[in-house]
């Protein structure tokens, strides 16, 4: 059975920190990109950052560089999302995404909450 298992979410104050962790189980870990989106209610999910299966390569919205880093662990079978210096309006529900990029075959997970408040 596939399953992404987000934890690490929480209620932080403004320059803050936290560190989201990814959890894959029934699946080839090693051969996906893995991607974090965040979504506000009644908003599109918005991508914040991927990786690729290697490891070798990220990339990060713009509102985001500087302050998160995406990585991984294959022998962990694990992505993480290391957040710091947060904002109010970095606050939204932060899914994972395994993405088989030759075969575009995906797997999500059920979303962790972020909330960034004083």
């Known amino acids: 059975q596939v399953q992404l298992v987000e934890s690490g979410g929480g209620l932080v104050q403004p320059g803050g920190s936290l560190r989201l962790s990814c959890v894959a189980s029934?699946?080839?870990?090693?051969?996906?990109?893995m991607s974090w989106y965040r979504q506000l209610p009644g908003k599109e999910r918005e991508l914040v950052a991927a990786?690729?299966?290697?490891?070798?390569?990220?990339n990060y919205a713009d509102s985001v560089k500087g302050r998160f880093t995406v990585s991984r662990d294959n022998a962990k079978n694990t992505a993480y999302l290391q957040m710091t210096s947060l904002k109010p309006e970095d606050t939204a529900v932060y899914y994972c995404?395994?993405?088989?990029?030759?075969?575009?075959?995906?797997?999500w997970g059920q979303g962790t909450q972020v909330t960034v408040s004083s």
């Open positions: 995404k395994a993405r088989w990029v030759s075969i575009n075959l995906e797997h």
């Open positions: 029934g699946f080839t870990f090693r051969n996906y990109e």
């Open positions: 990786i690729t299966s290697s490891g070798g390569n990220t």
